[in-house]
């Protein structure tokens, strides 16, 4: 409601203020179709700017400003040459012509523009594009290293300092199964450092404001408009909804998996019996559970089995089977 009130003023501000006008002119009707028009341009500049970040619009006035002096100082030394019509009308062109460029270069190139990367820039450090913010659960889960190493991964990996904090004191919990979490966490953290080919950076941004660690990884994801390398599947949920590019590790190691097709024949070990009457279970060697029909007496054995349907769901892929002998 408070923002139907705000549009709502807006409009009236523009429409009177165009009234006004036109009456001090003798134009009235045309003056409130002209607040009208204004009023609906605001709110449509306000809506658009709404979903822009600080950096784009930053980086669009910069683009214009550039743009506009470089049509002026490129069409300077004509002016005493040509006609003052000519130099008018070339300078209008290029005028458009460049301050458009310069906008639209500018909104693109400056989408990464951040405050903290303003002040890198005015420290004489280079600006950083492509940042990779690292979970918790990402540097325990220890399979990043792996992907980083085997060159899928580059750019500039942020680790936070209230990361860092959270890892010592997991790997300082009195639970043997905690601290040996934190303790390989640690270790990862360590092999990545030592790569050649990426950037790792520690960071001492903190928002004391805000408590629970998840929250502060979104904030600094759009404080230095990065992306959080993750496998929380809850973060990963609440990251997008707030704007945030989430890489999740799970969802990628869940779209490496093997293609197996309806009808393909495949060699299983059955592990234990399934949910359902007389299933048994077996998984592939990434981990992929296949039910298979009428093989619970075979537990303990190698079988051959026939793939009949593959069901994707949120946790994974699940695919089912029946054995070939009974074909």
Known sequence: MTRLASKTAIMFIFIAAGFLFGLRYGFAAYGILFGLFLGALSLFIEARLRDVSFGSILGGLLGLGIGLASSFLLLYPFRFIVSEEGWRASYFILTAVLGYGGLFAGLYRGKNLTVPAIMRLFKGQELEEDLKILDTSVIIDGRIADVIEAGFLEGTF???????????YVADSPDPMRRAKGRRGLDILHRIQKMSNIKVRIVEEDFPKIKEVDAKLIALARLLSGKIVTNDFNLNKVAQLQGVSVLNINELANVLKPVVLPGEIINLFVVKEGKEY??????????????????????????????????????????????????
């Open 158 to 168: 942020i680790i936070a300092q209230f990361i860092l904090q959270e890892l010592q």
């Open 278 to 327: 007389n299933q048994g279970v077996a998984y592939l060697d990434d981990g992929t559970m296949v039910v298979i029909e009428n093989a619970r007496k075979l537990i303990g054995k190698t079988v051959e089995a026939t793939v009949t349907s593959v069901l994707q769901t949120t946790a994974g892929r699940m695919i089912f089977a029946r054995l070939r002998e009974e074909e």
